[in-house]
């Protein structure tokens, strides 16, 4: 049997912490429907745009697959999600092997802990849905390190030099103080260095405070320092 839920819901500061605009489709495959499992979909999806609120669309297939029930999960659970520029999909295979593991009662509702092989589904549901948060997870990684990547790295102005030290001092846009060393400047660059140079840095944290581990000439020179 084939069911199609679409359910929109709608974003709110009131009810339930699963309240959205993330339209959902819930689609059953040889088994029946059931509202609460549906809502519990619903629930999870939830918490993705919670996490994440671009997504675009939820689509999830719960599929019962034909096999002894006390040789693991017998449902199959896709999920299929739309983001900007991409598209995850996550598919719960249930396992021949691996004996079907507990829910927290809490969580399900008692009308549904009466039929023993929803606990099953929602077992089903929980792991793919987990399975999804760290796909999902990843992408938002992935799309944070292509913005960073094509971020022009921040500007500072040489405040203090110690040459026969070998190491100096910058000042950021933000008033902080950045140690560094001669040897992180770029192309042996150290010895043009003066007070009041421009220049690019890249920033990590040292053992005594925030360094410089990268300094490169921008050839602009503020003498006001």
């Known amino acids: 049997?084939?069911?199609?839920?679409y359910a929109p819901q709608?974003?709110?500061?009131?009810?339930?912490?699963?309240?959205m605009i993330l339209p959902v489709q819930v689609t059953f495959r040889n088994v029946q429907s059931s509202e609460a499992v549906e809502a519990r979909i619903r629930e999870e999806a939830a918490r993705l745009d919670k996490f994440y609120d671009r997504i675009?669309?939820?689509?999830?297939?719960?599929e019962a697959v034909h096999h002894r029930l006390d040789r693991g999960n017998p449902y199959h659970i896709t999920i299929d999600l739309t983001v900007p520029?991409?598209?995850l999909v996550v598919k719960q295979e249930p396992s021949l092997h691996k004996p079907t593991q507990q829910i927290d009662e809490e969580r399900i509702p008692k009308d549904v802990l009466?039929?023993?092989s929803h606990q099953d589904m929602y077992v089903a549901i929980?792991?793919?849905?987990d399975e999804m948060r760290r796909?999902?997870?990843?992408y938002v990684r992935r799309q944070r390190g292509d913005v960073k990547h094509h971020e022009p790295p921040p500007h500072a102005v040489v405040s203090k030099l110690f040459p026969e030290d070998g190491y100096g001092f910058?000042?950021?846009?933000?008033?902080?103080?950045?140690?560094?060393?001669?040897?992180?400047?770029l192309n042996g660059a150290f010895d043009r260095l003066e007070v009041g140079q421009e220049v690019a840095f890249a920033e990590e944290m040292g053992e005594k405070g925030p360094q410089a581990s990268t300094v490169k000439l921008v050839g602009k020179h503020h003498p006001h320092l």
Do not use: P
């Open 170 to 185: 910058l000042e950021t846009s933000d008033g902080r103080e950045i140690y560094f060393h001669k040897n992180a400047v």
């Open 10 to 19: 709608q974003r709110s500061g009131q009810g339930k912490e699963w309240a």
């Open 85 to 87: 520029g991409a598209e």
């Open 56 to 62: 675009m669309s939820c689509r999830v297939a719960v």
């Open 1 to 5: 049997m084939l069911r199609i839920l």
């Open 126 to 129: 929980r792991d793919a849905f």
């Open 135 to 138: 796909e999902l997870e990843d």
């Open 114 to 116: 009466v039929e023993g």
